[in-house]
């Protein structure tokens, strides 16, 4: 197969796609997840147990989320270094994923409406916990 139809089959699978992930029908891809590479986290969404997902707000995600990395809660969050520092009026959103092990996989979502119409398309719907992350 040629890469122009290699690429093209890839990228017409994709059912959501920003900055810091994509969802295809088979996958989530949580971009610069792993601290120091920067490599990618693959999660088959057939292991997806639970969605939480929260509107950023500052005052209210402290010590809860942080830039990349761990916080106080069992959720290891992808690089966005700006997760902690935007104002309450954006429209980004933390979402952490609960595959069933101890650490859960964190990251934001720019447009949450389009990601979760995606994702539910591929999961059922007592499997997502609006405004709420994981403690």
């Known amino acids: 197969m040629s890469k122009e139809k290699e690429k093209a089959t890839y990228d017409s699978s994709t059912l959501y796609k920003d900055k810091y ?53 069992p959720v290891w969050w992808a690089c966005d270094l700006a997760r902690g520092i935007r104002r309450s009026s954006s429209n980004y959103y933390n979402v952490a994923i609960d595959t069933g092990s101890i650490t859960k996989k964190g990251f934001t979502v720019i447009n949450i409406n389009e990601f979760l119409a995606s994702l539910r398309q591929l999961i059922s719907p007592e499997k997502f916990i609006p405004e709420q992350i994981p403690l």
């Open 21 to 73: 992930c994509k969802l295809t029908k088979t996958n989530l891809r949580i971009r610069t997840y792993y601290f120091p590479t920067g490599q990618d986290k693959i999660i088959d969404v057939d292991k997806i147990q639970l969605v939480y997902y929260k509107k950023q707000c500052p005052s209210e995600d402290c010590c809860q989320v942080k830039g990349w990395g761990m916080s106080f809660t």
